[in-house]
């Protein structure tokens, strides 16, 4: 049955809704904004003294495997130098280049160690870790290219200010009180603790080449290069029940050609580790770490 | 194309839109050249299948009036026999066969049938119930054929309904295609509630308890006792989110067009006992077996044995519905089982009681139902006992606990939902969103998008029951 229609009150009940909505959204995101800005500890107050203040000389860039095997403290103590490890869970290339792009707008390191994951170039990044790090986009070097990677709608998407604190908003709040957390103990590098979670069977993965993460790879060597960076590329040990040839021969071509020093730890090449000092396939434990550090440091920063 | 991406929240606009400015000679056409999109944006090569059950069963429909007698049987039993071939082949042929190749081998016959590499068309299940319960229903005289093609595609494609139901009936919705729709104020204002409800819960419960839920599944023999129990509780909630979310998402998205989908979900966890469950969860389909297996095969007539027989039989083909897998039998049975034990050892319910009075039968239920979810979950049945044998031997284990905040956020958002089917059951209603004042209703609106842009997972996952 046909109703008459008052579509003038149609419009200004939607109009009213909207401006509602975007006047919270706005509200919200300027108080999530100074919460932000004054964390006492936790990944947010980490992460903004690591981008955005300490001056590092080397920095380590990669994803959890970076983040847990390169251990920070000793290279610091043999080569005397101020070491960060950027690494986090679940990030890929795409995050290690918005990090060194935003990076040297404020501190040139002298070296970088790219740590490469096995599986990288497999598929395009996902932009898993860059999406915990919104808060913080208006500081960051990153573009609408950027973030088309992770989703055609995400440069819209970050323009909702709660969307930047989409489910953190409950930790950056916990994270604003409490104790004030010294910053001389952040260098990234988290060790872990245990051994022994060694999948049983061998992981097949398809080892296709995706043309998206590579162009970050080839970015990143790019930026090095312009900004007389040392980069160091590695693909760190991981348990070789699984392998994964065709990365690293990518890798391996490319740092040929561009005459960027390679280290591939895969298949016990440079140095074997035991069973015992892996937490996972992928990741080192703390012993794991260590060794591979010390290796490293005699094998590439000495 | 997925509920919960922008791209269908694109799509949404623009052919509502279209809609009400198309005029209504043209409406079905805009419908279906929409669906189609709608449905090509998953494996557009499918379309093809749809296409094939939709010409058959247009024929068929508009013969089964013009036949007589035996020759009547013969055209519906070839209608159903087309729509449950495409069924079997797709869905079924590699369980049967990989079943038959155990029997083989366990009686040491040297053949092996070898299995086809196909993928599951989206939806099929869904579609091809509707599309059979509409020559059933032109067979038995209670819908007149539906001469016109498009809109008679329109019926089986229908995008809101497409994929994953509500499985609707010709009675209920071929009419409404042919009927002019007017933009209506109130039914924009509902659909649009009730799709912001649905999507509430499927972003903000469903896929953030399918982390905890896929996690510990997968990995259940590393997991104690108590985080497999809380994670099968998870997983209850996040099934009922994502299917009921699902089903809210797509009645309202037809309702701002004008079209009154059925009710598929109606508030099942505080169902008094397994029948009263089935008359609240996933309502078209439980229907829909009821009018045309249970009913059919003699229903409640009968003896005892006849009675559980039929009970059973409605039950174990529910089960092999929803997936070609033994736990799917099993959960399906589960449910007979219980359902038949009801029946028989417990009094029927007389009226409506007070909840107080109603909560140990409602506590009963939920646990049975949790318990036959393990079972529709595993992979396999040995995953499902393992998980109930670790869930017996570990129950005062220490609880994994992804982090606190996950889990209050988890527990909150439980909280809401169910609090919202009690307020429903109980008509308790507070009346937020469908307040009188229009201040209280915007209010309310606005909150719920904040809670869904600051808690929500958007990953774009998909609904669990688009593989069925």
């Known amino acids: 049955m046909k109703v008459k229609v008052k579509y003038n009150n149609i419009i200004i009940k939607l109009i009213i809704c909207l401006l509602l909505l975007l006047s919270t959204d706005y509200l919200l995101g300027k108080m999530a904004d100074y919460c932000i800005q004054h964390q006492k500890s936790g990944d947010y107050f980490e992460f903004e003294y690591k981008v955005f203040h300490a001056q590092p000389d080397i920095a380590i ?49 002298q070296i970088v160690i790219l740590d490469v994951r096995p599986f990288e170039f497999e598929e395009k990044p996902s932009g898993q870790a860059v999406t915990y790090i919104f808060p913080f986009i208006k500081k960051l070097d990153i573009t609408k290219s950027d973030l088309d990677i992770i989703s055609p709608y995400e440069y819209i998407k970050v323009k909702l200010n709660t969307y930047r604190y989409n489910n953190i908003i409950l930790s950056v709040l916990a994270n604003m009180r409490g104790k004030q957390e010294s910053t001389a103990s952040i260098s990234g590098y988290v060790p872990l603790p245990s051994s022994g979670n060694i999948f049983k069977k061998d992981k097949v993965r398809f080892e296709k080449v995706n043309t998206a993460s590579f162009h970050y790879f080839e970015a990143i060597a790019n930026l090095c290069k312009q900004n007389n960076i040392n980069l160091k590329v590695c693909i760190s040990p991981y348990y070789n029940t699984i392998t994964y040839n065709k990365a690293a021969l990518l890798v391996k071509e490319f740092c040929n050609q561009k005459d960027i020093p390679f280290y591939d730890y895969s298949n016990s090449n440079f140095l074997v580790l035991n069973k015992s000092e892996f937490k996972d396939n992928l990741h080192l434990n703390a012993t794991g770490a260590d060794r591979f550090t010390n290796d490293f440091i005699i094998r590439a920063l000495k | 194309m997925l509920f919960n991406s ?127 319960s509409y020559t059933i229903e032109v067979y038995r005289g209670n819908q007149q054929p539906e001469k016109h093609f498009g809109i008679y595609a329109l019926y089986v494609m229908f995008y809101p309904q497409l994929v994953a139901g509500p499985i609707e009936r010709p009675q209920h919705m071929l009419h409404q295609f042919h009927e002019k729709k007017y933009f209506n104020q109130q039914n924009l204002s509902e659909g649009l509630k009730l799709m912001l409800w649905g999507y509430f819960k499927k972003v903000v419960v469903a896929d953030r308890l399918a982390v905890y839920v896929g996690t510990t599944f997968e990995n259940y023999i590393n997991q104690t006792g108590s985080t497999l129990m809380l994670s099968v509780f998870f997983f209850t909630i996040q099934i009922y989110c994502d299917f009921s979310g699902y089903s809210d998402i797509a009645i309202g998205s037809a309702k701002t067009m004008g079209f009154d989908l059925m009710t598929n979900f109606r508030q099942p966890y505080l169902a008094v006992n397994i029948n009263d469950f089935w008359r609240r969860w996933h309502i078209s389909l439980s229907t829909w077996f009821r009018d045309y297996v249970y009913i059919p095969l003699g229903g409640n007539k009968g003896s005892a044995l006849k009675r559980f027989r039929n009970r059973m039989a409605v039950f174990l083909l529910s089960g092999l519905w929803h997936g070609a897998n033994w736990t799917f039998i099993i959960w399906g049975l589960l449910h007979g089982l219980f359902s038949g034990a009801q029946k028989t050892f417990s009094p029927a319910t007389k009226g409506r009681q007070s909840f107080i009075r109603n909560l140990p039968s409602i506590l009963f239920t939920f646990f049975i139902v949790s318990f036959t979810w393990i079972f529709f979950r595993s992979t396999s049945i040995k995953q499902a006992l393992g998980m109930i044998k670790k869930i017996g031997n570990g129950i005062t284990d220490p609880v994994f606990i992804k982090t606190p905040t996950w889990m209050f956020i988890s527990l909150l958002s439980i909280g809401v939902v169910m609090t919202n089917d009690f307020l429903a059951e109980y008509s308790l209603s507070i009346r937020l969103l469908h307040n009188k004042l229009f201040v209280v209703r915007c209010a309310a609106t606005v909150l719920l998008i904040i809670i869904i842009l600051l808690f929500g997972i958007f990953n774009t996952s998909s609904f669990i029951y688009f593989q069925f």
């Open chain 1, 61 to 109: 860039l990669g994803s959890s495997r970076a983040n847990h095997h390169y251990n920070t403290l000793l290279i610091d103590k043999e080569l005397q130098k101020k070491v960060i490890n950027y690494g986090v869970d679940g990030s890929d290339i795409l995050y290690d280049y918005i990090i060194l792009k935003t990076l040297i707008k404020h501190q040139v390191p």
């Open chain 2, 6 to 132: 922008v791209d269908f929240f694109i799509f949404y606009i623009i052919v509502s839109f279209l809609y009400f400015v198309s005029p209504h000679r043209f409406r079905w056409l805009l419908l279906l050249i929409a669906s189609c999109y709608f449905y090509m944006y998953f494996v557009p090569i499918y379309i093809v299948i749809l296409a094939v059950t939709i010409v058959i069963d247009y024929f068929a429909g508009i013969y089964l009036t013009k036949l007589q007698g035996n020759k009547r049987k013969w055209l519906l039993f070839l209608s159903i026999f087309a729509n449950l071939g495409i069924l079997i082949t797709f869905k079924y042929y590699n369980f049967f066969v990989g079943n038959l190749n155990h029997l083989f081998a366990a009686g040491s016959f040297n053949y092996q049938f070898s299995f086809l590499s196909i993928l599951l068309p989206i939806g099929l299940s869904f579609h091809t119930f509707q599309a059979m």
